[in-house]
């Protein structure tokens, strides 16, 4: 007997085999798999880490004196749909979210961002669900609508959708996809997301429809919020960040270019009076920067102000625009959409009766309490961290399927990709690559052949042990057999994990360590690999295996590092690094849309 949905949401709750994330999801697509007739379908959170995002420096020297954040800490999840096809689990769907919560500062509190959506054609059964979509189209829908309703469980009031397709001859998740799967253009790509939230909407998971330009670069109806970039909500790679930073870069270009003509009485851009008209109460220069950069920025998103969604879980106040996740509303029966919160009903109050709501009016409507219930004080996740170095970011992600020719572009190499994929995530202690011999050079295969249980890259076959052709110091053991690898439980995942911290502490320890006779029993060896790094010519470039060893342990640390005076060597070097790869593939995603714009209106000019 079918089980009807409520039912099987009901067991969320004391389902102990999934995490509740996953396990939300999970029973939804199974509810949809009974309905729809897709067979085989299984939702994975493959990694949730907690993340920051720091703020660009130029401009959080326009907000210095307001305590703007310097930074934004939020967790990130990757999330993957397969499906048993021909008896292979094939990975045809993932995201990647971010998710900043109760405890994170304003303007991201209680914000999610949905970064990264991807995709490959080969869902089954090819067919029409009976509202006219496609079947694939129907289940991935569901899977973000779950999704939304599980964050607004969690207390979380808005989601931020950017509706921009990948550039051509680029991936954003899965590795080289069909040749017969089209690029959807960005209109096309809007109308996918937009259908999705009226069915949301209709669900009543989502209470109201808009986009960033509306909402924060515009004043509409009695709306009273200060417009100013502070109020923008600040993701991790998201369009306006960088092309902020860009802006900010060509006003302190144009304000040195004044000060070299010797313009000192030049008219300025903004007079105080705009900038009162503007909100603005502080009448410096920063306050003059922040009114340019705003009207630069609205000036670049208006004409495709449409593909920045925000979705409103929760009521946004009409008057300050804070969505209000506690206290009460006051709703006006007479408007529509007409909300405000507590702190400006009591402003109200005070007002005079011609200057309350409805403004330019000689009426006066009175507002109704609505008690806001249902949404908790904080958003703690009860997931427990899940840690991988292959999922933890779609860069790395994208980098392992790339390096192993993990590719999509056909059914049978998805198998494969799906297969290695599932074995990495399951097996995160096994080798990302072919194991080579370090003695006679040859790969080995996964369960034949030694290694090294200090060193992680040396390895040996089984004919160069056998034939006793190993020098090495330390104790080698022999691979594990598939058998071994399967039994691989998660108190060994877990075991792992925390072997990892106590390496990456121990890489903190002793490059802050001045001890000559330290106590801490390794402390001495990874100083000896530090001296080694210095003074290596070959390095891991040429092929050392102590530098290859090294190096692996400092990526790994400069990815998990938060700490912005951190004493490890390269530590800030390598951030640098991984910030610049992703300010390049941030950059290539803007320089792309802005041409497209250009395509666009230049078309509009010729009609």
Partial sequence: ???????????????????????????????????????????????????????????????QEDNYPTEFPYKSKAVLLFQKIEGVEVCLFGMYVQEFGAECAYPNQRRVYLSYLDSVK?????????????????????????????????????????????????????????????????????????????????????????????????????????????????????????????????????????????????????????????????????????AMLMQKLGETIYPMKDDFIMVHLQYSCSHCCILMPSGKRWACHQCRC???????????????????????????????????VGVPNDTKDRDDILESEYFDDRQAFLGLCQRNHYQYDTLLRAKHSSMMVLYHLHNPSAPVFVTTCN????????????????????????????????????KLTNHPSAADRDAQNKEARQMRVSQLRKMLNLLVHASACRSGSCQHPDCRKVKELYRHGMQCKPRASGGCVLCVKMWYMLHLHARACRDSRCSVPRCRDLKVHLRRLQQQSDSRRRAAVNEMMRQRAAGVAST
């Avoid at 949401?9 to 396990?23: D, E, Y």
């Avoid at 079947?135 to 829908?141: A, D, K, N, P």
């Avoid at 779950?146 to 979380?156: D, I, N, S, T, V």
């Fill in 122 to 290: 080969y869902f089954r059964p090819e067919i029409k669900a009976a509202s006219g979509e496609a079947l694939r189209t129907f289940v991935y829908h569901e899977i973000l609508i779950g999704y939304l309703e599980y964050c607004k469980q969690r207390g979380f009031t808005s989601c931020y959708i950017w509706a921009c397709p990948p550039l051509k001859g680029e991936d954003y998740i899965l590795y080289c996809h069909p040749e017969i799967q089209k690029t959807p253009k960005s209109e096309k790509l809007r109308e996918w997301f937009l259908a999705m939230l009226q069915k949301a909407t209709k669900e009543e998971i989502v209470v109201e429809l808009t986009n960033l330009y509306d909402h924060f670069f515009i004043t509409m109806g009695e709306c009273k919020a200060k417009v100013t970039t502070s109020r923008l909500p600040y993701f991790d790679g998201d369009y306006w960040r960088g092309a902020a930073e860009d802006m900010i870069n060509q006003i302190r270009q144009e304000e040195d270019d004044r000060k070299l003509q010797k313009k000192s009485k030049a008219k300025k851009i903004f007079t105080k009076k705009a900038l009162k008209a503007a909100g603005y109460t502080d009448l410096s220069s920063n306050a003059s920067k922040d």
């Fill in 439 to 474: 003695v006679c050079a040859h790969g080995t295969e996964t369960d034949q052949g030694w290694r090294c249980e200090v060193c992680p890259d040396f390895d040996v076959c089984n004919g160069c042990y056998h034939k006793g052709a190993v020098n090495h110091p330390h």
């Fill in 338 to 372: 007409f909300y405000i919160c507590d702190k400006c009903y009591r402003t109200e109050q005070q007002l005079e009766e011609r200057e309350r709501h409805p403004s330019n009016s000689r009426d006066t409507h009175k507002l109704h309490p609505v008690d806001i």
């Fill in 1 to 63: 007997m079918m089980e009807d949905k409520q039912s099987i949401l009901a067991r969320i709750a004391t389902s102990k085999k999934w995490n509740v994330g996953c396990a939300y999801l999970y029973h939804r697509v199974q509810f949809l798999g009974q309905v729809a007739g897709a067979e085989g379908l299984v939702v994975r959170v493959v990694s949730s880490v907690d993340k920051k995002v720091e703020v660009k420096p130029h401009f959080l020297e326009i907000f």
